[in-house]
């Protein structure tokens, strides 16, 4: 919608000119348009409403009176305004004299001042020749000392490259003064042949400092290269110095703790060791900076001052990574566990180098280039290791490997680098390791075995005595025996003994170098798989072939084991030992004897060797005359070669078996001979005896029984209360069948109680086989005849009642 404007008529009125077009303006109309016009407003609705209309002559005429009235005032207003204008023009006339003479005073005064300035003006011209000539002179002086200065710049230069490498920096400083001055310079040289000469010098320059300094650099990185195998032997090797005193440290804080009372003085001592620990670590964590970088840092800075870091870094990170590349090539030639040290030292002086080069090189390497490099390197080394470590079949050269790896992770962990990674190999092998050493010490046990003849081992000199028992904590006391020494053991027990010491210590050292975790947890785990997987199966597996032992042999097999229940205590400590795990913890985790199934084999062959020579003798018992007229008055002749025997072996067992082996074993065998006895009767060779033959096995028995007595006495002696009883036992059963046989009342095995309290042992149906062979001599097959009517034997009648009532019961 159009704004409306001032002076535009109301609506009502165009509506109403619309309504009416035919009819001219009205007196109100021109009233307002005079008023519009006097306001100065705008007539353009005037004019479209008239020209609407269709007849704009009224408002033609009423414009054109607007016109006449206006020009009629603006004659009044100059008429009121002529007479000041014409005094105006008055007085511009009056000062056009005054200007005429002002002019001509002007006139006169420039004239004057132009003859007195001639002079002046000369002096002027002669003031600006002069100055002119004299800046003319200053530029000369000063493009002469330019140009001095700059062949000043040019000879240093020169002097600093002819000093050779030293100056390069230098040079390059002096001709960088030159291209400065002659590219910011206020103007160019006077002398184009010197700018010329001076500008192609400076490229030149530069490119033979760059030639220059990468020919040092080129054998710079020859030299290091060589330099790094060096230094690396000589890092790893100060590990292991320093490994080794750490562990005489240990060693002697262990003696310490053993030895010593924690008061004040022993305190104080295990202070000075921790001391020394620290010290030794401090001195071991010193690198060897035997190496010269200046070369590398020279060619750093020089490059630096051409522009071209960036790009010597490059070439520098380049470089280094294909000597690394290259390192590597040196077990390819040759087997690895000739080339391994060789190898792992290469190595290690190339990151001992690249560390320096790290803190010491202002940025030349970052962290992760290092980081990436010494990753590189770790892959490859595990990719080998495991490579060849799943190859070998020797412990020692698995162990030799390992330990050198194991200091070139102490060496390199020293200097920042991770080494988990390798340790994690070393771990992962741990099992094929002891596994290999486990067939390396059942092959040694297996020929130990196969080498002794299990005679008790004789010892001449004191040395030998220190060697073979005094070494493993085998000695039975503490006092030196006198010499010759004849030990209770044979020569296998110090051979497994050193056999196990020598494995406890290489698993002690490998787990402390490169096995990772509980170092002793581990070594007790491996010792327990050595004595249980190799020495107890390896004389077990003696003990069950039998292999032709005899029973004195045997009964050595036995002592040997005694003897090694001690040795396996003194395993367990000298593993706590080199662990370092005070002994009390070990004394407190004391376990079970772990050769226990090869100890009860042994007792298992030395009792079957000695009952087959018992029941070598038995089988003597076919002269017994079981239908006897008259009791052998000494026994059987079995009986007294059986006596003669144990009696015999007694006294040697005495000497090396221990007494609650022996025991055991005299208990079995007496056991044994019982139950022949019983067998005895039970033969089916043996149709009937009688009461002389009973009293013949009884006489036997009473032998028998005086030698367990005897036996019993001794164990008694040695604190083994029960033993008596236990002895006397083994013999129940022959003796309660032979009382049974010469008791007057037989019957009485029928009544529970009695047969609870004497005849427990008995069992009833081998009672009702032998009562029924058992015939008194009145009971003949002629005998009858004569007797015929006289008054039953009680005995025999109770016999009969017996063997009636067991007939039943079966």
Known sequence: MRRRLPGDAPLSAVGAGHASSASAPSEADLAQLSAAIAAGEDLGPFVRRAFACGRPEPLLASLRGAARDREAEIEELCRAHFHDFIRAVDDLRSLLADADALKGSLSASHSALLSSAAPLLASLESFLAARSLAGNLSSALASSRRCVRLLALAARANAHLQAGNHGLYLALRAVDAIDRDLASGPEPLPLPTLRLMLLSVVPAVRAHAEREISREFSDW???????????????????????????????????????????????????????????ADAADGAAAASFDLTPLYRAMHINQTLALGERFKKYYLENRKLQLTSDFDVIAATPFLESHQVFFSQIAGFFIVEDRVFRTGGGLTSRPDVDALWDAAVGK?????????????????????????????????????????????????????????????????????AADKFDQMLMRKEYEYSMNVLAFGIQSSDITPAFPYVAPFSCTVPDICRIVRSFIEDSVSFMAHGGGGDTYAAVKKYLGRILSEVVDASIQKLVDSGSGLSVSQAMQVGANMSVMERACEFFTRHAAQLCGVPLRAVERGRRDFPLRRSRDAAEALLLRLLRAKADEFMRQSDGVNWMADDPPPGGNEYANEVIIYLETLTSTAQQILPLPVLRRVLVAVLAHISERIIELFLNDSVKRFNANAVTGIDTDLKMFETFAEGMSSLFVDSGQESAKNEMKGALVEARQLVNLLMSNSPENFLNPVIREKSYNKLDYRKVA???????????????????????????KKSLDTLIKRLREAS
């Open 221 to 279: 990185m020859v030299s290091i290269r060589a330099a790094s195998r060096h230094l690396g032997q000589v890092a790893i090797g100060r590990s292991a110095a320093a490994r080794q005193r750490q562990e005489e440290l240990r060693s002697k804080r262990r003696l310490l703790e053993e030895c010593i009372t924690l008061d004040d003085d022993g305190v104080g001592d295990l202070d000075d060791f921790a001391a020394a620990a620290a010290t």
């Open 381 to 449: 080394m595990v990719s080998v290791m495991e490579d060849n470590f799943s190859r070998m079949q020797t412990a020692n050269h698995l162990l030799l490997i390992t330990d050198y790896a194991a200091l070139l992770s102490a060496t390199m962990r020293r200097y920042g680098y991770p080494v988990g990674m390798l340790l994690d190999v070393l771990a992962k092998h741990r099992d094929k390791y002891h596994d290999l050493l486990l067939a390396d010490c059942r092959r040694q046990v297996a020929e130990a075995l």
């Open 769 to 795: 086989i032998i009562s029924e062979k058992f015939r008194d001599t009145s009971e003949s097959y002629f005998s009858t005849f004569g007797t015929r009517g006289a008054r039953q034997n009680p005995k």
